[in-house]
C-alpha cells in the first residue's frame, strides 16, 4: 500500500511539472501578431452611405446662395432707392444753393400777372416781364435749378450702370436684401416728402447757406 501510495504522488509530481514547462514554454513564445489590415476591411459599403449622408445633412442645413437674377433685382432697388433719395434732397438743397434771396417773390409776382392776363397776351406780358435785367436774372437762376432738379435722378441706363457692379458685391458678401427691407425702404422713400413738412428743422438744415 505504502509503494502504490508514494506512485500516486510520484504521478500527481510528474504530471504537474510538464503542465508548469508547457506553461513557461507557453509564456517564453513570440506573441502572435494581428492580420495586416487589408483595404477590403474598410470597404464596406454601409459606412460609406453613412458618411456620405452626414455630408448631405451637412450640405441642406446651409441656407442656399442668392441667384444671380436675386442679387440683380434686389440691387436695382438699392440703386432706384438711393436715387429717389437724391432727387427729394436735389428739391431741398438746390434751390437753396442756387437761387438768390428775393427770387421766389419775385418769381410769384411775375406768374401773378401772366395767369392775370388774357390768354392771347401771355406771353406777351411774360416778355416784357423777364426783359427787365433783375427778372431776367431771377429766369436764369430759377431754369439753372429746374434743370439740376431734372438731372438729379439716375437714369434707367445709369442705374443698370450700377447695379451690375452692385450685384456683384452682393454675390461676394453673400447678403441681399430681403422683401421686408425693400418694402422699408420704398415706404421711406414714398412717404419722407409727405412728412418732411412736419420737420421744418430738417429742412433749413438742408437749405441753410
Sequence with gaps: ??????????????????????????????????????????????????????????????????????????????????????????????????????????????????DAAPKSQKTDVFNSLIAQPEAAEMYERFLACQSAIEAAPLDQEEIEAIAEPLSDCLEKWKAAPGPETALIIAVLVVMLPRIEPLFPGLSKAFGAK
Design 1 to 114: 500500500m505504502m509503494a502504490t501510495w508514494i506512485d500516486d504522488i510520484n504521478s500527481e509530481l510528474a504530471e504537474a511539472t510538464r503542465e508548469a514547462d508547457q506553461g513557461q514554454a507557453s509564456l517564453g513564445s513570440e506573441p502572435a501578431t494581428a492580420p495586416a489590415p487589408k483595404v477590403e476591411d474598410f470597404d464596406d459599403p454601409s459606412v460609406m452611405n453613412d458618411t456620405h449622408d452626414l455630408d448631405d445633412d451637412d450640405a441642406e442645413d446651409e441656407p442656399a446662395a442668392p441667384s444671380k437674377s436675386v442679387l440683380k433685382k434686389s440691387a436695382t432697388r438699392i440703386v432706384k432707392a438711393f436715387s429717389s433719395v437724391v432727387k427729394l434732397l436735389a428739391k431741398k438743397v438746390y434751390p437753396a444753393k442756387i437761387l438768390e434771396p428775393g427770387d421766389g417773390e419775385l418769381h410769384a409776382q411775375i406768374r401773378a400777372q401772366v
